[in-house]
């Protein structure tokens, strides 16, 4: 199957700063990948739609002004948590769109922990 | 409401036995996949499945999905510990833009 990487894998970070998150897909061109939340023994909840050279869509109830969505090629998406607080703390997941054989299919990234102390 | 029910949440069987899991919806599906995932990791594509009553085999684990694409199963013979971790199904619905529904998950741990 294909590959998406996310990086850094886990970051720890002082409350305030601003953290930046990178998913690249590394064997397919991706036009469209998602950002994913996941918290602790729960499913993954969709943040946003990051889709290549235009504005990402936010789902209801995530500000788009606090997690920064950038697409600017195809094979790279990245998420910034700007000025993070605390309740930030989670597992961000990233997927990317491919269409390959006439299916669509999400590939996941490994996931980026983050803790805001 | 939760668009994709995916049954049971929990699941501690014994090495050896068999199990199910299903999803269920009132939506309709173009095409529907399931992830295993392990903790700290993200989700591992097992299959897609895209037509009505289509069944598909992955060594031990048999998909099926339903015939008017609104429901799924996941079976898994003679488990092993191998088999511990979490399987979400996830459905593209008809004439979206391809975001993903998920399940909440079924946490499986299967006890030699």
């Known amino acids: 199957g294909a590959v998406v990487s996310q990086h850094p894998s886990w970051v720890i970070c002082k409350s305030g700063t601003s953290v930046k998150i990178e998913c690249r897909s590394l064997d397919f061109q991706a036009t469209t990948m998602f950002w994913y939340r996941q918290f602790p023994k729960q499913s993954l909840m969709l943040m946003a739609t990051?889709?290549?050279?235009?504005?990402?869509?936010?789902e209801q109830g995530v500000e788009k002004d606090k997690f920064l969505i950038n697409h600017a090629s195809l094979t790279l998406s990245t998420l910034t948590v700007t000025s993070a607080h605390p309740e930030d703390s989670s597992f961000y997941i990233c997927s990317a769109r491919d269409w390959s054989g006439g299916t669509e299919t999400q590939y996941f990234g490994p996931g980026t922990r983050l803790l805001v102390l | 409401t939760q668009l994709l029910e995916q049954s049971p949440q929990f699941l501690s069987i014994q090495e050896g036995e068999n199990l199910t899991v299903y999803c269920n919806s009132s939506s309709v599906f173009s095409s529907l996949q399931w992830y295993r995932q392990e903790p700290g990791e993200g989700p591992v594509l097992l299959v897609t499945v895209v037509t009505g009553g289509e069944v598909k085999k992955l060594k031990r684990l048999t998909f099926q999905f339903g015939d008017a694409r609104k429901d799924s199963s996941l079976h898994i013979t003679a488990a092993q510990p191998g088999d511990t971790g979490l399987y979400l199904c996830a459905g593209a619905l008809t004439g979206s833009q391809g975001n993903l529904i998920f399940g909440k998950g079924t946490k499986l741990s299967v006890k030699p």
């Open positions: 990051s889709n290549e050279g235009s504005k990402a869509t936010y």
